[in-house]
């Protein structure tokens, strides 16, 4: 009986070793998998400089896999971006001055496109630019007649929830009209650009 022992021993062990060997049923998840891998790029907090100028700084995880950067930009955090500069990726560490941002809320990402084709989308950081454009246009909501009122001026662009462009319009310094009755009702993207500072705000505009 004593001479048994050992040999139950070892057949029970060789028995489960096989069970504890099985692989997982489904693809192991890494952190590589998808395209929004934010350990892959980093936009850091922006600094606002003087004369009203946005440094925008970030790091690579790596520049061994090629491509460029998409910085990108919005008024809102939800978007939608636009892009604003395309810079090929030489090093770990970028910077980029963004040299005519948005009055007020400026939203920005990175799109690091690969030359495999893939992307790494970075968080999205925000800097808030002091001062106000010397325009503005009411009301809003509106119905009918949008009125737009700017000391210079300016190219007016107004866009619907898909982004398509509606009305795309060059008016003069001082108080102008605008003809929206034809619009549908909902929600618009209005985009002023002064013609003579390059300053340009954006702001949601609600059609009854």
């Given at each position: 009986?004593?001479?048994?022992?050992?040999?139950?021993?070892?057949?029970?062990?060789?028995?489960?070793?096989?069970?504890?060997?099985?692989?997982?049923?489904?693809?192991?998840?890494?952190?590589?998998?998808?395209?929004?891998?934010?350990?892959?790029?980093?936009?850091?907090?922006?600094?606002?400089?003087?004369?009203?100028?946005?440094?925008?700084?970030?790091?690579?995880?790596?520049?061994?896999?090629?491509g460029y950067v998409n910085l990108e930009r919005a008024a809102f955090q939800e978007?939608?971006?636009?892009?604003?500069?395309?810079?090929?990726?030489?090093?770990v560490e970028s910077n980029f001055t963004d040299e005519q941002p948005m009055k007020?809320?400026?939203?920005?990402?990175?799109?690091?496109?690969l030359e495999d084709g893939t992307r790494h989308v970075s968080n999205t950081v925000?800097?808030?630019?002091?001062?106000?454009?010397?325009?503005?246009?009411?009301?809003?909501?509106?119905?009918?007649?949008?009125?737009?009122?700017?000391?210079?001026?300016?190219?007016?662009?107004?866009?619907?929830?898909?982004?398509?462009?509606?009305?795309?319009?060059?008016?003069?310094?001082?108080?102008?009209?605008?003809?929206?009755?034809?619009?549908?009702?909902?929600?618009?993207?209005?985009?002023?650009?002064?013609?003579?500072?390059?300053?340009?705000?954006?702001?949601?505009?609600?059609?009854?």
């Amino acid at each position: 009986m004593h001479l048994l022992t050992p040999f139950l021993t070892v057949a029970i062990i060789c028995r489960l070793l096989p069970l504890t060997a099985q692989p997982t049923s489904g693809a192991p998840i890494t952190p590589t998998m998808g395209v929004r891998n934010l350990l892959s790029i980093r936009l850091a907090d922006p600094v606002i400089q003087v004369p009203s100028k946005i440094l925008l700084k970030w790091e690579l995880a790596s520049v061994k896999r090629g491509g460029y950067v998409n910085l990108e930009r919005a008024a809102f955090q939800e978007g939608p971006f636009e892009v604003i500069a395309v810079i090929r990726q030489d090093s770990v560490e970028s910077n980029f001055t963004d040299e005519q941002p948005m009055k007020g809320k400026n939203f920005y990402r990175l799109n690091w496109v690969l030359e495999d084709g893939t992307r790494h989308v970075s968080n999205t950081v925000q800097a808030n630019l002091a001062g106000d454009m010397t325009c503005k246009f009411y009301p809003n909501p509106v119905d009918n007649v949008l009125i737009v009122r700017s000391e210079q001026p300016l190219d007016l662009i107004l866009s619907d929830g898909n982004g398509k462009v509606r009305i795309n319009l060059k008016l003069q310094a001082g108080l102008q009209t605008v003809d929206v009755s034809s619009l549908d009702k909902g929600l618009y993207i209005i985009t002023l650009t002064q013609a003579e500072s390059g300053r340009k705000i954006t702001e949601k505009l609600i059609k009854n």
